[in-house]
């Protein structure tokens, strides 16, 4: 269900009073299946680090990550009097690849899909990862009811490819943590699992989060120029664990 964003959300002292988060199981991170990376589909630049950028950095020094970025995220500001949508894709590219290389994945290990940010083709999207999946690969995305058009499409997608290869889905939930609400019936919290972060994985989330200028720090001072994810949103992602919901 397609959810507004707007608003301040559930405040960030809310989800860190809630105490089922350490009743969840923790997802055993060495449970990867080494001769096949897990792959990050992240459907705009910045996801996949927002996300789950704590797990790719604890995997960088074994069998590490691939990540798959869906859009260019050039509709983050459509009405923006500094940048176009074209400069925006290619500065939201460049913040990719450096905030990926602090999480220690490879230039190589990322692909950038191309497709319209909005208007995700989910036929098209599924083929393209069914072809990169194969049996017990981690498929990593977002959660299918996150809220934003473009995770569920993703999510879906991804769903489908894994149901065809038989590839493990994980969805990580990235918007919901702002409409959400603790023990909220609408979200899957019974198939929740903690990755417990390192405090060295904790520090390259941060460092890699901080490349993303263009959406954590306004573009100019117009109102359409607003930083997308202000101190308030990215409180949620800083937490010492990440969250993902298994089949």
Same mark, same amino acid.
């Given at each position: 269900m397609v959810r507004p964003i707007v608003g301040a959300g559930t405040d960030e002292r809310t989800w860190r009073a809630w105490p089922a988060p350490a009743t969840w199981p923790a997802l055993a991170v060495d449970g990867r299946t080494p001769t096949a990376p897990p792959l990050v589909v992240a459907p705009h630049p910045d996801d996949e680090v927002l996300g789950v950028g704590g797990l790719v950095a604890m995997l960088g020094g074994g069998a590490g990550a691939e990540i798959a970025v869906v859009t260019d995220g050039e509709a983050s500001h459509p009405r923006s009097t500094v940048h176009s949508p074209v400069e925006l894709a290619a500065i939201r590219r460049a913040e990719t690849a450096t905030a990926c290389g602090l999480l220690g994945v490879a230039p190589a290990a990322i692909a950038h899909l191309g497709h319209p940010d909005g208007a995700v083709d989910g036929t098209a999207l599924t083929d393209a990862l069914?072809?990169?999946?194969?049996?017990?690969?981690?498929?990593?995305?977002?959660?299918?009811?996150?809220?934003? +058009? /473009?995770?569920?499409? &993703?999510?879906?997608?991804? *769903?489908?490819?894994?149901?065809? =290869?038989? $590839?493990?889905?994980?969805?990580?939930?990235?918007?919901?943590?702002?409409?959400?609400? +603790? /023990?909220?019936?609408? &979200?899957?919290?019974?198939? *929740?699992?903690?990755?417990?972060? =390192?405090? $060295?994985?904790?520090?390259?989330?941060?460092?890699?989060?901080?490349?993303?200028?263009?959406?954590?720090?306004?573009?100019?001072?117009?109102?359409?120029?607003?930083?997308?994810?202000?101190?308030?949103?990215?409180?949620?992602?800083?937490?010492?664990?990440?969250?993902?919901?298994?089949?």
């Open positions: 069914t072809a990169r999946l194969t049996p017990g690969r981690w498929c990593v995305t977002t959660w299918r009811g996150d809220g934003h +058009p /473009d995770h569920e499409a &993703v999510g879906r997608a991804a *769903a489908v490819a894994c149901r065809r =290869t038989g $590839a493990t889905l994980l969805e990580f939930p990235v918007w919901t943590w702002h409409w959400a609400e +603790p /023990d909220d019936p609408e &979200v899957p919290w019974h198939r *929740a699992r903690r990755i417990d972060l =390192t405090e $060295a994985a904790r520090s390259a989330k941060r460092e890699a989060i901080d490349a993303f200028h263009s959406q954590i720090r306004p573009l100019g001072p117009a109102p359409a120029d607003a930083a997308i994810l202000p101190p308030h949103v990215l409180a949620r992602f800083a937490r010492p664990y990440e969250t993902v919901f298994v089949p």
